[in-house]
DNA sequence: CCTTCAGGTTAACGACCGCTAACCTCCCTG
DNA sequence: CAGGGAGGTTAGCGGTCGTTAACCTGAAGG
């Protein structure tokens, strides 16, 4: 995957927008003129690269999660049973906040319009969704091996919720540097589930079994 | 606050079901047809309870708001100065899991449709969103003195994101008992704040006794 | 030089949606 | 028992939105 330094063409503009003002307003509060109109061109011209708006969201959320999957498997393969399972953790973990810092529209849309997709769509989208969470629930449970599976799924999604509040961070003042918030982020990501795993005040997991 | 026995009023039923839809769909993915159809009557029978769709949106997100705040307000002075500031801490992180695991629909609502809102009715929104905010920064700051004022916000907000990560789970089977995921973000939350207020990586739990 | 075609334009259609108007029907109350 | 308000109903208006149709244009290619 080479670095990009050539213009980004009219389809990758007009999704880039499209993610933008989606994010902000809802898929169904932006009109397509609003779209054609950030790119500037104006309404219709936005059928010469797309069957339709709902193709746009599609496309936008399909990449999405195939862009988290597949780093997430090449930060696993590059780790590849060599390093210590908290490494490949905390090598998803720096993965997962670098998207959540660097494409706040795309991780808003993600967990927010998912219900607006066509069948197909829906469910290839829940599929690699899926796919990406076993891949950290396996890792998790090689670090803390007490860790039941059900516990361990719902303890990724909470993380998940917590890296995914980057949006909710900006809105008052400039807060902390980008490096510093990647680093209390992932601090909190690590005591979040070193909380859920160390089979802590009792039980209560154990009980459910 | 004696416990509702009485049965619920139609502009109760109304709003319920107005939560629920705007949840699922989104604001604008929901027509006033349905929403009457939800409750048995047809369409503009609404408009005897409400001034518009507007309005049932704006009457859900001021009350949580407010209901959260006034919540948060209560367990404060309930501890009033007596009780440990981890007491406190963790009063306020089980009111919040409360609410985020018995109305999920409002949680939803609550970070997602704030901003199709009347300018008035969204400052006043957000205006109760930061003193709920303002007031865990302060407790927060009590339990980790050494934590900074804006790292604290951004704690705040992070955990909020993990607690309400809630809709997320119901998804894939029913997942652990309600006792066992109330106890499961408590200790995730916990450990989250620990992790973002001891500075540095290690020692943090033992040091705070 | 003619053709082709990618990538635009404007006009307009059909569907939907929020809301109002006009009307009906109980039930309560003086 | 009149009557009036609370709480419905259906019909329909006005605006918006996604999409299509028909047309234009400039640059590339034989």
Redesign the interface.
């Known amino acids: 995957m080479a670095t990009r330094t050539d213009a980004p063409t009219r389809r990758e503009q007009i999704l880039k927008e499209a993610a933008r003002l989606f994010a ?6 932006v009109g397509v003129d609003e779209i054609g109109a950030a790119v500037g061109i104006s309404g219709p011209g936005l059928y010469r690269h797309f069957a339709g708006k709902d193709a746009m969201l599609a496309e936008l959320l399909v990449g999405i999660s195939g862009q988290l999957l597949t780093g997430a498997k090449r930060r696993l393969a590059e780790a590849d049973g060599a390093a210590a399972p908290e490494t490949v953790l905390d090598s998803l973990i720096e993965g997962h906040i670098d998207f959540a810092l660097d494409d706040r529209p795309l991780i808003t849309l993600h ?3 998912l ?2 997709l066509r069948d197909s769509d829906r469910k290839l989208v829940r599929q690699l969704q ?1 796919q990406y969470v076993e891949l950290w629930v396996e890792v998790l449970r090689e670090v803390y091996p007490e860790l039941a599976e ?2 361990a ?3 990724v ?9 980057t949006p ?2 900006s809105r ?2 400039p ?2 540097s980008r490096g ?2 990647a680093e ?2 992932h ?10 795993g160390g089979q ?2 009792p039980a ?2 154990a ?2 079994a």
Do not use: C, I, K, Y
């Open positions: 902000e307003r809802g898929f169904h509060g967990d927010r319009e219900d607006r899926r059900p516990a799924r719902s303890a999604h909470s993380v998940f919720g917590l890296l995914n509040s909710h961070l008052r003042g807060l902390p510093a918030t209390l982020l601090r909190m990501a690590r005591g979040a589930f070193a909380a859920a802590g005040t209560q997991v009980r459910e």
